[in-house]
C-alpha cells in the first residue's frame, strides 16, 4: 500500500447493520451474525442493527434514520441485492448513494466470480457515500458477506473513514 494510501491508524466505526429478509428473525440471521462478529472483531461496534422485510420504504427510511444519527458513522446492509421480484434493496438505496464508490461493486463480482462463477453477475451490490457517510449494500448470502467485508470493506474502511473526517 502506497504511503497516501496507508490505512488512517485505528479509525473506527459506529456501524448500522440491516439485515432484509422476508424470513429471517434475530435468531436465524446468520448473515447478520457473521456480519456482526466480522465488525466487531475488526474493532468497530455495531450500534444499531435490525431486520426488515424487503419492504423498498421500509428500508429506505431505516438507514435514511441512520445516515441522518450521530451515533452511526458507516452502514452495511445485506439482503435483497439479486434480480428477484422481490429482491428491491438496490432500488431502495441507490438513490440515497450521492458519491458512487464503483469499484466496489466492481471487485465485490470479480471476487464472486471466482466463487460462484457467472452467478456473480446478478448480484446488484454496491456501495458509495451518503449523507457524508460509508453506505455499502451486499447480497444476503452469508459467504457473499463474509467476502465482502474481509476482502473489501474491513481493509478500507479506516481509510475511507480517514478521509470522509478529513
Keep these: 500500500m502506497t504511503p497516501e ?8 466505526a459506529r456501524v448500522g447493520l440491516l439485515t432484509v429478509s422476508d ?4 435468531a436465524t440471521d446468520v448473515s447478520g451474525a457473521e456480519a456482526r462478529r466480522l465488525l466487531t472483531e475488526a474493532g468497530h461496534r455495531v450500534a444499531a442493527y435490525a431486520i426488515l422485510r424487503d419492504e423498498p420504504e421500509k428500508v429506505a427510511a431505516q438507514v435514511k434514520d441512520w ?17 428477484s421480484k422481490r429482491d428491491r ?9 450521492e458519491r458512487p ?9 470479480m471476487l464472486s466470480f471466482e466463487e460462484v462463477g457467472a452467478a456473480a453477475m ?15 449494500v ?19 474502511l479506516p481509510h475511507l473513514l480517514g478521509e470522509l473526517r478529513r
Design 23 to 26: 424470513t429471517r428473525t434475530e
Design 138 to 156: 451486499l447480497p444476503g448470502a452469508t459467504k457473499a458477506v463474509t467476502l465482502a467485508l474481509a476482502r473489501l470493506i474491513l481493509p478500507a
Design 67 to 83: 445516515l441522518g444519527s450521530p451515533e452511526i458513522e458507516a452502514v452495511v446492509v445485506n439482503g435483497g441485492t439479486g434480480v
Design 89 to 97: 434493496t438496490f432500488e431502495a438505496l441507490a438513490g440515497q448513494i
Design 5 to 12: 494510501h496507508a490505512p488512517h491508524g485505528a479509525l473506527r
Design 122 to 136: 446478478l448480484s446488484r451490490a454496491t456501495g458509495g457515500i451518503a449523507s457524508g457517510k460509508p453506505l455499502f
Design 101 to 109: 464508490l464503483p469499484g466496489f461493486g466492481e471487485l465485490f463480482r
